[in-house]
């Protein structure tokens, strides 16, 4: 940790990740909220913005329904990417040694998978 000064390193590095994951919520309609501290963030995938109705619940998770993260999730597995999805939202906690160049990659990635929640908002 002192050796390569990792607690500098995420303030940074989280302060440049959470930046690139705020200018997402406007060009996405299915992105509720937007929050985290350091390496650990988290974005809400909702139906509508202004009521912020989750696209999915507890229950449809216990029911075995598909998920609508699950399926972001997946696309973004394809090209290399890995978030944990959850029932309405993501968890975002990369290791503390990325670069800036991978915080970049993996956002544009997540920017074109959102393309699937945007297609399933409430109009």
Known sequence: MK???LLERAREMGGYLGQKLNE???KHPSIGEVRGLGMF???ELVRNQE???P???GEDKIAGKSLLVDRVAARMMG???YLQAWMSHFVIAPPLIITSKE???AVAVFDEALSLADAE???
Do not use: M, Y
């Open 3 to 5: 050796r390569l000064n």
């Open 24 to 26: 997402l919520k406007p």
């Open 41 to 43: 963030w988290a974005v």
């Open 51 to 53: 009521t912020k109705q």
């Open 55 to 57: 696209f999915n619940s």
């Open 79 to 81: 090209q290399g990417v």
């Open 103 to 105: 915080i970049d990659t």
């Open 121 to 123: 908002v409430d109009k």
